[in-house]
């Protein structure tokens, strides 16, 4: 776990811990990954990824994965990519936030696959678009926001009567399905409208040594200059 009170702004690329963590501040898939390393008291550091000049693109980073993106995880020789996998791997290496027996796990993966299919994808983008993108289209704005919508109905329905989203404890579903959640400004949504997702947001705020994304990872604040895309 990481021990903030010691982790100076400008040291962030020196503190290598057991799990080493590719990712930066404004990411949300990075986030699901870094919290449970921080929630599951993990040996742990970030390698920060400068998304935002580019490096994702970049041959050497495309060397570590080809697919061009964080987070990725380094473990013992075992490199990772995709923040469900990730997850998965880290409940197993971990011995937290897993499955209790098969049907449990299958429960997980369905909510993990619909995140990143429906809840991710288009509240991501939406933050993105309203937050890192100068003068975005009203139109798309308007399209992504009525998909986020839709989707966070769908969470918060499921969550009526419920402390988490699979069985009676925190996994990774939760922490997965949290990941862009914790940006509700940014994203322009008032989680009172949506009671159950706020609460659940709540629980899980009141988890020891929880940390908000941009004090969890390195990053913040963006240069005024980079919000242009």
């Known amino acids: 776990m990481r021990d903030l009170s010691k982790?100076?702004?400008?040291?962030?690329?020196?503190q290598v811990g057991e799990y080493e963590l590719y990712c930066f501040a404004q990411s949300g898939n990075a986030y699901k990954c870094a919290l449970a390393l921080q929630l599951g008291g993990a040996d742990w550091g970030p390698r920060f990824v400068d998304y935002f000049h580019d490096e994702t693109r970049g041959s050497a980073f495309r060397d570590i994965n080809i697919m061009g993106e964080?987070?990725?995880?380094?473990?013992r020789g075992i490199r990772l990519s995709q923040s469900g996998v990730i997850l998965d791997y880290l409940a197993e290496s971990l011995g937290r936030f897993g499955a209790e027996g098969p049907a449990e796990r299958r429960e997980i993966l369905r909510w993990l696959l619909w995140d990143n299919h429906?809840?991710?994808?288009?509240?991501?983008?939406?933050?993105?678009?309203?937050?890192?993108?100068?003068?975005?289209?009203?139109?798309v704005l308007a399209y992504l926001r009525g998909r986020a919508e839709t989707a966070w109905?769908?969470?918060?329905?499921?969550?009526?009567?419920?402390?988490?989203?699979?069985?009676?404890?925190?996994?990774?579903a939760d922490l997965s399905l949290c990941?862009?959640?914790?940006?509700?400004?940014e994203i322009g949504v008032d989680w009172d409208r949506y009671s159950?997702?706020?609460d659940w947001l709540e629980r899980i705020r009141r988890e020891p040594h929880w940390v908000h994304p941009y004090a969890l990872m390195p990053g913040h604040p963006l240069p005024s200059a980079v919000v242009t895309r």
């Open 70 to 75: 964080a987070p990725v995880l380094e473990h």
């Open 118 to 139: 429906k809840l991710t994808s288009f509240t991501a983008t939406l933050r993105f678009m309203r937050t890192f993108v100068k003068d975005p289209d009203p139109a």
């Open 196 to 198: 159950n997702i706020r």
């Open 7 to 14: 982790a100076p702004t400008d040291s962030w690329s020196a």
């Open 153 to 172: 109905g769908v969470l918060d329905a499921h969550l009526d009567k419920r402390r988490y989203v699979v069985g009676d404890r925190l996994t990774i």
């Open 179 to 185: 990941g862009y959640l914790f940006w509700p400004e």
